[in-house]
């Protein structure tokens, strides 16, 4: 049979639609193929046995070995933040109705550049969280009393400089810590209620805000004034000057809700309405993609994650912004994420109110468990066997005789 088969395709110039028709049913094959694997893969509900099952995850700050640090709310029991490492099967408690019940005052929760975590709960105070460690950072009162929203953090040739985010009775502001001394309140916000605050280069920082302009003045409404998002450039050096608003530039709708770093350091920040990619104060590129949050994963890959319902998520690299369309919509609406090792992290609750947990495996849409990768790898194979098929008869056909 196998003398039967050569004999018949070694008739080239009789049975040319034999190869026709082969390779048409490859190129139908291969689409069909290609379309069922068009979805991304790797992002999926996670049954966790972590000790936030079952609790809303208000905010949470993962740590580079893998643990994480975690403000959890059930209805039941109220607020309790820990942090849970896996790989020991530990849970260090901070915050619990039991013990201290100040879970309900925490302001934030944010990982510093050299992996310590960072949350307040009292005035002129900032509490930091290194190796199970708590270290407590006092702020006196000489130049004024301030509920801390933020904190960022770089290095200086001088040493690291703090920059905090503070409420000033009704109004936000900003206020470095030169040694251990917090300096005077910027002097003017401009109208902004600032959000969140980040380093950007040495001596200067950016900032997240909304401006509520005077009633009817922008034409929205006298009764509801539409709040504008706003990007702010704060410069301060670290010395115990009070820093100063270096330029505002405000945009159309939305709010800014969050920032990201990629992988060659310059930010995103994420936007109801629309999204910034900030290489410098003079040049800031518009993305008309919406998202509740942006996050940067172990790669330098920044996440533009959407709403509950999404059916697509967005992906920025140093190949540019990639559309990714899901398996399955959104499954969560979220309140906060993070990232850790291979993992993205989306914590909050489903369309039923349910907390739920969803995370985003960054490394399998090309592998071999995805069928992308799946048809890859059986390309190469069935291509390699191919050519040393063809390599094999080249060979024999030289090695006969004229």
Do not use: C
């Amino acid at each position: 049979m196998a003398g039967g088969w050569r004999r018949l395709l070694e008739e080239e110039s009789e049975h040319q639609w034999l190869s026709i028709a082969a390779f048409l049913v490859f190129v139908i094959t291969g689409a069909f193929a290609i379309g069922a694997t068009e979805h991304f893969v790797g992002a999926e509900l996670s049954n966790s046995d972590a000790a936030h099952a079952g609790g809303l995850v208000v905010d949470v700050a993962y740590h580079d070995d893998g643990a994480y640090t975690a403000l959890v709310y059930t209805p039941e029991a109220g607020y309790h933040l820990f942090t849970e490492d896996p790989a020991t099967n530990t849970l260090l408690s901070i915050y619990s109705p039991e013990t201290d019940d100040y879970g309900a005052d925490v302001r934030f929760l944010k990982t510093m550049p050299d992996g310590e975590i960072l949350f307040s709960v009292q005035n002129n105070q900032v509490l930091g969280l290194t190796d199970g460690m708590m270290v407590t950072y006092e702020y006196p009162t000489n130049n004024g009393v301030f509920g801390v929203l933020d904190v960022a953090e770089q290095q200086a040739e001088t040493g690291v400089q703090r920059l905090l985010l503070t409420q000033e009775g009704v109004n936000t502001s900003f206020r470095g810590i030169a040694g251990m001394n917090p300096t005077h309140a910027m002097s003017t916000s401009l109208g902004v209620q600032w959000h969140t605050v980040e380093a950007h280069s040495q001596g200067l920082w950016i900032a997240l805000g909304s401006h509520h302009s005077t009633s009817g003045a922008d034409g929205s409404s006298p009764a509801t004034p539409q709040a504008r998002p706003v990007l702010g450039w704060i410069a301060w050096d670290g010395s115990d000057a009070t820093p100063v608003i270096q330029k505002v530039h405000t945009y159309d709708g939305g709010v800014f809700h969050s920032i990201a770093s990629t992988a060659n350091g310059q930010l995103v920040i994420g936007g109801t309405t629309q999204s910034l990619l900030v290489y410098d104060a003079d040049r800031v590129e518009i993305f008309e993609v919406p998202t509740v949050q942006v996050i940067g994963d172990s790669e330098g890959t920044v996440w533009f994650l959407g709403a509950l319902g999404s059916t697509t998520i967005h992906s920025l690299d140093d190949t540019g912004l990639s559309t990714h369309v899901l398996g399955r919509p959104v499954p969560v609406d979220l309140s906060s994420a993070g990232k850790s090792g291979d993992f993205v992290h989306v914590h909050g609750v489903n369309a039923n109110g349910d907390p739920v947990h969803w995370s985003i495996d960054i490394k399998a849409n090309g592998s071999i468990e995805s069928g992308r990768g799946f048809l890859n790898l059986l390309y190469l194979l069935v291509g390699g066997v191919i050519l040393a098929s063809m390599l094999r008869y080249a060979l024999v056909e030289l090695r006969r005789p004229a």
